[in-house]
Every structure is written in C-alpha cells, then in structure tokens.
C-alpha cells in the first residue's frame, strides 16, 4: 500500500519535471546526470498535501519527538507550513537572506529554551543545508535531534547528519525512484545505471574527496555572498589576494582579453581600458612583434592603472616540458604574467612544471575547468577531477576558468570568457553569455571581455559599460 502511495508520487514528480535526467551542474559544481528541482511542487496542490502527509508520517513513523517544525528555506518552508497547520505543530521560520545576519533574527517564532524542533527539508546531497539550519536553531536556544526529508540523494548526507547527532528520516531514496520510473518505462535501463554509478563515485565520505570540503572556518557564507575584500582576507596566495583587492578597489570584475596582433595596439587598449579592468589578459604567441620592451611597457601600464596581467597560454603538456614554456624561450611567461592557466589533461605534473618556475616568482595558475566553446569536452567528470587536482596544489592554483562556479571555496577565483552584452555565438564555435548572467546566476566572479570591447566603436565606453554591468550583477548579490 504504502510503496503504491510512493509510486505514483514519483510518477507525478516526474510528470511535473520536478525529477529531471540530462547533465546537470549541482551547487558543489559537480556534473550530475539526474537533477530535483523540487519548487515547482507549489502549483500543484495535491502533491504538496501528499508531500507533507508523507514526510510526517515517515517522522512520527521513525519516533521522533519534537515540540517545533522548521523547514529549510525555501522549498520547505510551504511543507512546514502544511504539516503545522495539519498536525497542529507550532512552526518557526528561518532567515535565509545573508544580509539579515547580524541584524536581524534568525529564527522567527514563538518557542521555549530547549524546545525540540524537527527539521523538514526537500532534498538531501551532503546534509549541508540541513546542519546550517540546526545551526541557527541551535543558536537561539532550540535542540535538533531529529530532520525529515523527502529525497535522500544517498550520496553520504544521512552519515554526515549523524556525525552532528542528527537523525535524517527520508521518505523516498534515489535508487527507489530509479526503480520506478524505469519500472514504468519513463527512463532506460542505460540511464538508470549511469544515475547509480554516479552516486557511487559521488557519496560524500567523511570529508575527503569533495569540493567542499576545502572551504575555510573562516568562510561562513556562500562564496558569492562574501564581498571581494572578505575573499581577499581568506586568500593565501598573494595574487589572488591582490586581485580581489583590487576589484574590491576599482570596483570592477572585468578583464579585457587584448587578443590584437601589434603590441602597439595592446599596449593602446591597456591604457584606454586600463583604469576599468581588473586584468588583462594576454596571448602573447599572437603578437607580430613581440619584444622584450612591450613586457616592460605593459607591465608599467599594469602599474599605473593597477590591474595584474594573465597570459592566457593553455600549457597542456608534461610537467617537464611546460617548465621551459613557461620560463624560457622567447616569451618568458613567468617573468611577468602574474598569472597564467593550464589544461588538467596532463595530469598534476603539469602543475607541479609550472610551479617549479612560476612558484618562486610568486605567481599564479588557473586551471582549465571548463570552456566557453560548443562541443568542448571539459565536462563532467574532466571538470570534476580538475577541481580535485586545483584543490590539491591550491598553493599555485588560484582558481579557474569556467563557465560558472566550479568550488565553494571562496579562496578559489573563477573566471569567464565567452562575454558579450548580448548572448551569442561566433562562426566558430564561442558561445556569448551576458555579464549579468555569468556573475548574477552562474557563480562565476570576473567577466573575460575581448571582440565585444577591441571591436567596439568606442572601447573605452563599451569597456565601462561591462564594468557597470559586471559589478552591478556583483553586487545584486549583496542587496
Ligand atoms: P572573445 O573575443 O571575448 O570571444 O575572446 C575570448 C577570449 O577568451 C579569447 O582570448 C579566448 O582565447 C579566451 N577563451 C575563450 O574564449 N574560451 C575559453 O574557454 C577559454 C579561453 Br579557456
């Protein structure tokens, strides 16, 4: 009886695409192939009321006592509400909005010292949100022994609740709706299996292994909630420190991509554009007449509008072999790029190469995450292990390039090409995201802006232009 009430529940969440199957980027950053998006419950009645009836079941089903409900901001806050209302529980609400710290109360509500509260929550992956809104109960006084939640993603978020002494009650788990929807033709065996392998590769052990695992005490927010001088005082890494400083100072996260081929005309842009970037960014091996004296003209320019340069060369070959790319030949990269990238694909020694040369001079690296091209095979699982690989030398490796948030790690800087003031593609495979949307709903923290400014009629008014809208998506995140 029951497991038929379960059915046709998750037939219907299907139905309403509340369960999705594709390739999907999680919060953490990690690729997943199934993906809950559990919000759109709210238009339709009769699965709210049977989401709610289910979930108090399971909690009174598994003994938990408790005085008070709580749900975690925002998708549970309604099932809460429903399963107060029904069952006569007293509710508290918690603030979500990071502004509101300090100044506001956390917990709204009446309730007692010591009250129980038990905790409603959507979905469970790590158990992240789970503990930061017992957190905040316990914080004004509540004891939380006991959470309930619709869909365990059984990636490891139920052991991690029980470190903290939680217990996590879940109405239905993955691997169920899995056997479901195949059950009932909605999905392929082939994507059942791939969903089961994921969740393998991702259970959340007890710390090792995962992107969030990196992020400091000291960060108590989302990354992209923290202000640009916050992520400067956590950084270690010198560069990085400097580059949030210097956002934090001009008030901008736009980096030009100077990708002209005389370095009359760079050393052009660098001035015109200079005092509204926070970087430029270099590909040296396009320059004509590339010299020793545009590297001491350009660094000068870096001076007088202090930005940091970044020469975007893609090293991809064997620790060895990039050490001489990067510190000898013609170009001497690492006498003074502050920064430079490599592609993950040649494993950590590549990293450990251009560490050799570069450490020493205080510089820094962004690793390859993923690109903005179409077709490009920087995804998934790649994405994932690069991640990995950045967490792991995060002594050079100061962030990414991307195409949204890769790390929770506020440490960790990302960076975005593919920017134009409207989206688009080129005819060779860029594709154009917008200021707004790389930095207000990718996760990502500087815009790479080249053809959409060094084409422009006016670059310097086009350049501010990605300025006011790059920092204004910054800061949308902070009102
Ligand atoms: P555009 O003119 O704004 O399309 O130039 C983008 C720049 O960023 C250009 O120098 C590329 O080499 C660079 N780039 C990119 O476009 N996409 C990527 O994934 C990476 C670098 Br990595």
Not at 329 to 334: E, F, Q, R
Not at 421 to 439: F, H, N, R, W
Request: hydrophobic content about 40%.
């Amino acid at each position: 009886m029951a497991d038929t009430r379960l059915d046709s529940l998750i037939l219907r969440l299907f139905d309403v695409e509340a369960v999705k199957f594709g390739s999907f980027t999680l919060k953490s950053g990690i690729q997943s192939p199934v993906y809950f998006d559990l919000r759109v419950m709210v238009s339709y009645p009769e699965i709210m009321a049977e989401v709610a009836e289910l979930l108090w079941e399971a909690s009174i089903k598994s003994g938990a006592d408790f005085k008070v409900v709580c749900g975690v901001p925002y998708t549970a806050l309604p099932l809460a509400t429903l399963i107060a209302v029904n069952h006569k529980k007293p509710m508290v609400i918690r603030r979500k909005e990071a502004k509101d710290y300090g100044t506001k109360k956390m917990i709204e509500g009446a309730f007692q010292q010591g009250d129980y509260c038990l905790i409603i929550e959507d979905v469970v992956t790590t158990g992240g949100s789970v503990y930061e809104t017992a957190q905040s109960l316990e914080a004004v006084g509540m004891k939380v022994r006991d959470a309930v939640v619709l869909l365990d993603r059984g990636q490891g978020g139920n052991g991690r609740l029980k470190q903290q002494g939680i217990n996590l009650q879940s109405v239905i788990t993955l691997p169920k709706v899995l056997q479901v929807l195949n059950h009932h033709g909605k999905i392929s065996s082939s994507v059942m299996a791939e969903t089961e392998q994921f969740i393998v590769d991702n259970t959340f052990t007890n710390g090792a292994n995962t992107p969030t695992q990196v992020q400091p005490a000291a960060a108590k927010k989302p990354r992209m909630q923290m202000t640009y001088e916050n992520r400067a005082e956590l950084c270690q890494h010198p560069v990085a420190k400097q580059l949030f400083s210097i956002m934090a100072a001009k008030k901008t996260n736009l980096a030009f991509s100077a990708d002209l081929t005389s370095c009359q005309k760079v050393l052009e842009f660098a001035d015109k554009v200079g005092p509204h970037i926070c970087l430029l960014k270099t590909h040296v091996d396009i320059l004509e007449d590339f010299s020793a004296e545009f590297v001491s003209s350009l660094t000068a320019l870096a001076d007088k509008h202090n930005f940091l340069i970044f020469e975007d060369r893609k090293f991809a070959d064997i620790g060895n072999t990039v050490k001489y790319q990067y510190g000898s030949g013609l170009y001497k990269i690492a006498d003074w790029a502050h920064i430079t990238n490599a592609h993950a694909v040649p494993g950590p020694g590549v990293i450990q190469g251009l560490k050799e040369v570069g450490g020493a001079k205080g510089r820094a690296c962004l690793l390859l995450g993923q690109m903005s091209s179409s077709g490009n095979l920087a995804t998934g699982e790649y994405t994932k292990a690069t991640i990995k690989m950045a967490e792991d030398q995060a002594d050079f490796v100061i962030g990414f390039i991307c195409t949204s948030g890769l790390s929770s790690d506020p440490r960790f800087i990302h960076m975005t090409p593919g920017v134009k003031l409207a989206e688009g593609t080129d005819s060779l495979g860029q594709q154009y995201l917008t200021p707004q949307k790389v930095i207000g709903q990718q996760g990502s923290d500087i815009i790479i802006v080249g053809r959409g400014i060094y084409q422009a009629d006016d670059p310097v008014e086009v350049a501010k232009m990605y300025k006011e809208a790059g920092f204004s998506a910054y800061m949308s995140l902070h009102s």
